[in-house]
C-alpha cells in the first residue's frame, strides 16, 4: 500500500480560496498513491481561532466537494484532513473527512479532544463522542486528530475496533515536535500498528508549525519523515506487518485492564 502525506504550507498570506485550489490540485497529482492525507485545519489554519466561526462550512460545503471530487479524479482513498464544521443545530466541529476512490464520503470524525485548555478550541468547537474506523482493502483505518495523540486510551479503543493503521491529522506547533515525534512513536509501539500522521508547515496566526509529518511502522521505526517545510512524504507500507508483529509479540494479548469485562486468569 502507497501512502502520500501531504504536508501543506499554511499561512495567513494566502486565502482559503486560494489554499483549497491548490490542495485540490496536489491531491489530483498523487494517482499513484492509494491513500492520501492531509492535514489538521489546513483551510483555516489550526491556531486561527478568530478565523473559525467565519470560515466554518456545513459538512458538504465547498472544501467536501472540492476533496471528494479531487479523490475521484485521483481514484484514491483520501483523508481529506479536518474543516470548520458548521452544525446547522450545534456547534461548530473540528471534522476529519475521509473519501472513497470514487468520491463517495466513507467517514467523518468530529475531533473528541479539542486543545487550549479551557480557551481556543476548547471553547469554541464542540467534542465529538464517537470513535471512527474505515475498512480499505488493505488495511483498516484508525482516524484520529491532533490533540488526540496524546491520549492512548483512545487509540487503543480504535485498534479494539480493528484498526491496523492510525491516521492522525494535524496542526502541531513547533515548540512541542519533540512530543509529536515521541508520540507517534509510542502509538505505533503500544498498538502494534502504523501511525501516519501528518501537520501542517508554516505559521498561522503567530504559531510555528511543527511540520515533520511522520509514518511509523508497528514496531516503532520511523519508515519516513518531512522536513519543516511543504513536502510530500511518500511510503510503501506492507499491511501485512501488523498481523505479523502482532503474532511474533503477542502484547495485545497479554492485556488485563481497560477490558469490559476484563479476563479472568
Known amino acids: 500500500m502507497r501512502a502520500s502525506l501531504i504536508q501543506i504550507d499554511v499561512n495567513d498570506g494566502e486565502s482559503v480560496e486560494c489554499r483549497r485550489q ?5 491531491v489530483r497529482e ?4 492509494d491513500l492520501v492525507v492531509l492535514p489538521e485545519l489546513w483551510t483555516t489554519g489550526a491556531f486561527a481561532y478568530e478565523r473559525f466561526a467565519t470560515e466554518a462550512e456545513p459538512l458538504e460545503g465547498p472544501t467536501y466537494e472540492a476533496m471528494a471530487k479531487a479523490a475521484s479524479d485521483a481514484g484514491v482513498w483520501l483523508h481529506a ?3 470548520p464544521e458548521r452544525d446547522p443545530e450545534g456547534p ?3 471534522t476529519a473527512l475521509v473519501f472513497s476512490p470514487s468520491g463517495e464520503l466513507a467517514a467523518a470524525y468530529r475531533k473528541i479532544h479539542r486543545f487550549g485548555f479551557d480557551q481556543g478550541e476548547a471553547v469554541l468547537m464542540g467534542a465529538g463522542g ?9 488495511t483498516t483505518l484508525g482516524v484520529a486528530t491532533c490533540y488526540d495523540l496524546r491520549f492512548p ?3 487503543r479503543g480504535l485498534v479494539d475496533a480493528g484498526a491496523e493503521t492510525l491516521v492522525l491529522s494535524a496542526g502541531w506547533p513547533e515548540r512541542r515536535r519533540a512530543h509529536w515525534t515521541l508520540l507517534a512513536q509510542a502509538r505505533a509501539v503500544e498498538n502494534q500498528a502504523f ?3 501528518c501537520g501542517t508547515a508554516g505559521t498561522h496566526a503567530g504559531v510555528p508549525q511543527a511540520g515533520h509529518s511522520i509514518v511509523v511502522d508497528p514496531w516503532g521505526e520511523v519508515l519516513a519523515e518531512a522536513g519543516a517545510g511543504e ?26 485492564l481497560g477490558l469490559d469485562p476484563p479476563p479472568h486468569r
Open 22 to 26: 491548490r490542495v485540490t490540485a496536489l
Open 30 to 33: 498523487q494517482t499513484d498513491a
Open 81 to 83: 484532513g479536518s474543516i
Open 92 to 94: 461548530l466541529y473540528n
Open 130 to 138: 464517537e470513535l471512527v474506523t474505515v475498512r480499505l482493502p488493505e
Open 153 to 155: 486510551e483512545l487509540f
Open 195 to 197: 501511525v501516519l500522521a
Open 231 to 256: 513536502e510530500i512524504l511518500t511510503v510503501d507500507l506492507d499491511p501485512a506487518k501488523v498481523a505479523a508483529t502482532r503474532e511474533q509479540f503477542p502484547a495485545l494479548k497479554d492485556r488485563l
